[in-house]
Protein backbone atom coordinates (compact mmCIF):
# COMPACT_ATOMS: atom_id res chain seq x y z
CA UNK A 1 0.00 0.00 0.00
CA UNK A 2 3.03 2.14 1.10
CA UNK A 3 4.25 1.48 -2.91
CA UNK A 4 1.22 2.15 -4.17
CA UNK A 5 0.59 5.90 -2.21
CA UNK A 6 4.18 6.64 -3.56
CA UNK A 7 3.92 5.84 -7.03
CA UNK A 8 0.54 7.74 -7.04
CA UNK A 9 1.79 10.74 -5.49
CA UNK A 10 5.60 10.75 -7.75
CA UNK A 11 3.41 10.06 -10.83
CA UNK A 12 0.92 13.04 -10.38
CA UNK A 13 3.72 15.49 -9.63
CA UNK A 14 6.00 13.94 -12.17
CA UNK A 15 2.89 14.43 -15.12
CA UNK A 16 2.30 18.04 -13.80
CA UNK A 17 6.28 18.65 -14.22
CA UNK A 18 6.74 17.18 -17.57
CA UNK A 19 3.37 17.43 -19.44
CA UNK A 20 4.90 20.42 -21.11
CA UNK A 21 8.15 18.32 -22.24
CA UNK A 22 5.79 15.17 -23.12
CA UNK A 23 3.92 17.01 -25.64
CA UNK A 24 6.99 18.60 -27.22
CA UNK A 25 8.30 15.21 -27.71
CA UNK A 26 4.78 13.90 -29.08
CA UNK A 27 4.40 16.93 -31.32
CA UNK A 28 8.16 16.28 -32.66
CA UNK A 29 7.21 12.42 -32.89
CA UNK A 30 3.91 13.07 -34.82
CA UNK A 31 5.76 15.51 -37.69
CA UNK A 32 8.90 12.89 -37.94
CA UNK A 33 6.69 10.05 -38.25
CA UNK A 34 3.58 11.69 -39.95
CA UNK A 35 1.26 9.98 -37.55
CA UNK A 36 0.32 10.26 -33.64
CA UNK A 37 3.07 10.72 -31.34
CA UNK A 38 2.40 8.40 -28.80
CA UNK A 39 3.19 4.70 -29.27
CA UNK A 40 0.35 2.73 -27.60
CA UNK A 41 0.89 -0.97 -27.39
CA UNK A 42 -0.80 -3.96 -25.34
CA UNK A 43 1.68 -5.04 -23.00
CA UNK A 44 1.30 -8.14 -20.16
CA UNK A 45 0.87 -6.71 -16.66
CA UNK A 46 -0.02 -7.39 -13.08
CA UNK A 47 -1.94 -10.89 -12.65
CA UNK A 48 -1.28 -11.28 -16.68
CA UNK A 49 -3.82 -8.82 -17.77
CA UNK A 50 -3.51 -6.77 -20.65
CA UNK A 51 -2.84 -2.89 -20.33
CA UNK A 52 -1.95 -0.46 -23.26
CA UNK A 53 1.22 0.93 -22.47
CA UNK A 54 2.08 4.69 -23.38
CA UNK A 55 5.53 6.04 -25.00
CA UNK A 56 6.20 8.50 -27.13
CA UNK A 57 6.59 7.27 -30.81
CA UNK A 58 10.05 6.84 -31.75
CA UNK A 59 9.88 4.68 -35.10
CA UNK A 60 8.17 4.72 -38.29
CA UNK A 61 5.15 2.67 -38.95
CA UNK A 62 5.61 -0.71 -39.78
CA UNK A 63 3.48 -3.17 -40.81
CA UNK A 64 2.82 -6.02 -38.68
CA UNK A 65 4.73 -8.66 -40.36
CA UNK A 66 7.84 -6.19 -40.58
CA UNK A 67 7.97 -5.38 -37.12
CA UNK A 68 10.21 -7.47 -34.77
CA UNK A 69 9.90 -7.80 -31.04
CA UNK A 70 13.35 -6.35 -30.37
CA UNK A 71 14.71 -3.10 -31.11
CA UNK A 72 18.23 -2.95 -32.04
CA UNK A 73 20.90 0.04 -32.23
CA UNK A 74 20.82 1.97 -35.18
CA UNK A 75 18.04 0.12 -36.47
CA UNK A 76 16.75 2.31 -39.86
CA UNK A 77 12.88 1.99 -38.27
CA UNK A 78 14.14 4.24 -35.64
CA UNK A 79 13.87 7.90 -36.07
CA UNK A 80 16.08 10.73 -35.70
CA UNK A 81 14.29 12.41 -32.51
CA UNK A 82 13.35 8.65 -31.63
CA UNK A 83 17.36 8.07 -31.16
CA UNK A 84 17.10 11.10 -29.20
CA UNK A 85 14.31 10.38 -27.18
CA UNK A 86 15.55 6.77 -26.58
CA UNK A 87 19.30 7.82 -25.31
CA UNK A 88 17.61 10.16 -22.61
CA UNK A 89 14.62 7.63 -21.99
CA UNK A 90 12.23 10.82 -23.00
CA UNK A 91 10.08 8.04 -24.67
CA UNK A 92 9.10 6.80 -21.49
CA UNK A 93 7.55 9.69 -19.63
CA UNK A 94 3.84 8.86 -21.02
CA UNK A 95 4.14 6.09 -18.80
CA UNK A 96 3.40 8.24 -15.61
CA UNK A 97 0.02 7.89 -17.12
CA UNK A 98 0.17 3.98 -16.59
CA UNK A 99 1.72 4.61 -13.26
CA UNK A 100 -1.11 7.06 -12.11
CA UNK A 101 -3.91 4.37 -13.40
CA UNK A 102 -2.23 1.72 -11.09
CA UNK A 103 -1.33 -0.30 -14.50
CA UNK A 104 2.35 0.18 -13.83
CA UNK A 105 4.28 1.06 -11.00
CA UNK A 106 7.64 2.85 -10.86
CA UNK A 107 10.21 -0.05 -10.38
CA UNK A 108 9.30 -3.49 -10.87
CA UNK A 109 9.76 -5.95 -13.92
CA UNK A 110 9.48 -4.36 -17.35
CA UNK A 111 5.92 -5.04 -18.97
CA UNK A 112 6.68 -7.53 -21.97
CA UNK A 113 4.76 -7.94 -25.08
CA UNK A 114 2.10 -10.85 -25.42
CA UNK A 115 4.43 -14.02 -26.19
CA UNK A 116 6.94 -13.80 -23.15
CA UNK A 117 5.74 -13.35 -19.43
CA UNK A 118 2.25 -14.76 -20.08
CA UNK A 119 3.88 -17.88 -21.24
CA UNK A 120 5.99 -18.11 -17.46
CA UNK A 121 5.06 -21.26 -15.72
CA UNK A 122 6.00 -22.41 -12.82
CA UNK A 123 7.63 -20.26 -9.45
CA UNK A 124 8.59 -18.12 -12.70
CA UNK A 125 4.91 -17.02 -12.79
CA UNK A 126 5.39 -15.25 -9.14
CA UNK A 127 6.50 -12.21 -11.12
CA UNK A 128 2.95 -12.23 -12.46
CA UNK A 129 2.28 -10.81 -9.04
CA UNK A 130 4.07 -7.35 -9.39
CA UNK A 131 2.94 -4.64 -11.31
CA UNK A 132 5.46 -4.26 -14.36
CA UNK A 133 7.72 -1.24 -13.80
CA UNK A 134 9.52 2.28 -15.66
CA UNK A 135 12.80 0.86 -14.14
CA UNK A 136 13.87 -2.27 -12.20
CA UNK A 137 17.09 -4.39 -11.42
CA UNK A 138 16.70 -6.43 -14.85
CA UNK A 139 15.87 -2.86 -16.59
CA UNK A 140 19.33 -1.68 -14.95
CA UNK A 141 21.43 -4.99 -16.10
CA UNK A 142 20.39 -4.53 -19.24
CA UNK A 143 20.42 -0.77 -19.80
CA UNK A 144 22.18 -1.28 -22.76
CA UNK A 145 19.99 -3.95 -24.49
CA UNK A 146 20.21 -2.46 -27.75
CA UNK A 147 23.95 -2.02 -27.92
CA UNK A 148 24.03 -5.39 -27.01
CA UNK A 149 21.78 -6.96 -29.41
CA UNK A 150 23.40 -5.16 -32.57
CA UNK A 151 26.42 -7.12 -31.76
CA UNK A 152 24.99 -10.84 -32.53
CA UNK A 153 24.16 -12.54 -35.49
CA UNK A 154 20.76 -12.92 -34.81
CA UNK A 155 18.77 -10.42 -32.44
CA UNK A 156 15.45 -12.40 -31.80
CA UNK A 157 17.09 -15.22 -30.87
CA UNK A 158 19.85 -13.73 -28.80
CA UNK A 159 17.01 -12.51 -26.77
CA UNK A 160 14.86 -15.86 -26.72
CA UNK A 161 17.91 -18.03 -25.33
CA UNK A 162 20.11 -15.86 -23.13
CA UNK A 163 18.68 -12.23 -22.49
CA UNK A 164 14.85 -13.32 -21.37
CA UNK A 165 15.86 -16.04 -19.04
CA UNK A 166 18.39 -13.92 -17.35
CA UNK A 167 15.23 -11.15 -16.89
CA UNK A 168 13.23 -13.96 -15.41
CA UNK A 169 16.19 -14.65 -13.23
CA UNK A 170 16.45 -11.12 -11.64
CA UNK A 171 12.66 -10.61 -11.82
CA UNK A 172 11.78 -13.35 -9.53
CA UNK A 173 14.70 -12.48 -7.11
CA UNK A 174 13.23 -9.30 -7.10
CA UNK A 175 10.38 -10.72 -6.29
CA UNK A 176 11.08 -12.03 -3.20
CA UNK A 177 13.34 -9.52 -1.98
CA UNK A 178 11.59 -6.30 -3.12
CA UNK A 179 10.43 -3.14 -0.56
CA UNK A 180 10.14 0.34 -0.91
CA UNK A 181 14.00 1.49 0.11
CA UNK A 182 15.16 -1.06 -2.50
CA UNK A 183 12.63 0.45 -5.37
CA UNK A 184 13.85 4.42 -3.74
CA UNK A 185 17.80 2.77 -4.82
CA UNK A 186 16.63 1.54 -8.15
CA UNK A 187 14.61 4.75 -8.92
CA UNK A 188 18.36 6.84 -8.45
CA UNK A 189 20.33 4.26 -9.85
CA UNK A 190 18.08 4.60 -13.28
CA UNK A 191 18.23 8.34 -12.26
CA UNK A 192 22.23 8.23 -12.33
CA UNK A 193 22.93 6.14 -15.10
Known amino acids: MLKRLFDIVLAATGLLATSWLIAICWL ?31 MR ?20 SGAFFRKFKLDELPQLWNVLLGQMSFVGPRPDVEGFADQLEGKDRLILELRPGITGPASLSFRNEEELLAT ?31 DLGYLFRTIWS
Open 28 to 58: VAAIETGSNGFFVQPRVGRHGKLFNIIKIKT
Open 61 to 80: NLGSAERSSVSVKGMSEITR
Open 152 to 182: VDNPEEYNVAVIWPEKVRINLEYYYSHNLLK
